[in-house]
């Protein structure tokens, strides 16, 4: 408990490392204790919390989450967005999250509490293949496909537009974290192109000054 608290108030004057992880799909794994708060590091990016967080956070707040029943979000990483969620913005319906990498299932487990009970369902899968076989839809999809500082290129297609499209309910919503560069207009317009049959979208670029939000609504 001495220790614990000390860590603590070292934080606020510097970052203080507690633990270390080998991911097999991203390195090193880090947490971080910073102004107090825990944060999941790569050697590149910050994974989960931290400026992460804050970026869906932005982004929930685009979102009628009163009109929200269901919930589900592609790579939970170690599950800041299922935290916010809960505590931020007091959403307490169902949530289902899927992660490819088993380790950042137990950091947020073993770290952060975050895990499987009545109103959260935790799945260790291939966000690509989940959506494949899918059969149930979400009024809300949150996708945040990072593997370290990319997000695969299956993502930027229109195969995987049209199964968010299947997957989310009538007059849903996503939010997808694109990672997209604020000159990468040829990139953004043809990601655009790709939902744009399905949803009106927002463009939210530069967010906290780094990744590009797309966020899209149902027609």
Do not use: C
Not at 16 to 41: A, H, P, R, W
Not at 84 to 110: C, G, H, W
Not at 124 to 129: E, G, L, P, R, T
Request: no cysteine; charged share 20%; net charge positive.
């Amino acid at each position: 408990m001495k220790k614990k608290l000390f860590t603590k108030i070292i934080s606020y004057l510097m970052p203080v490392t507690t633990n270390t992880y080998e991911s097999d799909y991203s390195g090193t794994i880090e947490i971080t204790m910073f102004n107090g708060k825990k944060m999941v590091d790569t050697e590149n990016a910050n994974y989960s919390y931290g400026s992460l967080q804050k970026i869906l956070n932005f982004g929930l707040k685009k979102i009628p989450l009163q009109n929200i029943n269901s919930i589900l979000v592609l790579g939970m990483g170690a599950g800041s967005v299922i935290d916010s969620l809960r505590k931020k913005f007091n959403y307490q319906k169902e949530i289902t999250a899927v992660e490819i990498d088993p380790l950042m299932i137990t950091i947020a487990k073993e770290e952060f509490g975050i895990t499987n009970n009545q109103n959260t369902t935790i799945l260790n899968d291939d966000a690509f293949k989940f959506l494949e076989h899918n059969k149930n839809s979400f009024d809300l999809v949150i996708i945040d496909l990072f593997i370290d500082t990319e997000v695969p290129d299956l993502a930027y297609n229109q195969n995987f537009s049209n199964l968010i499209n299947n997957t989310t309910a009538h007059k849903g919503w996503f939010i997808f974290n694109a990672a997209l560069s604020h000159t990468n207009k040829t990139h953004a317009h043809t990601l655009e192109d790709y939902f744009k049959k399905y949803f009106h979208l927002q463009f939210f670029k530069k967010v906290r000054g780094t990744n590009t939000l797309l966020i899209g609504h149902k027609k």
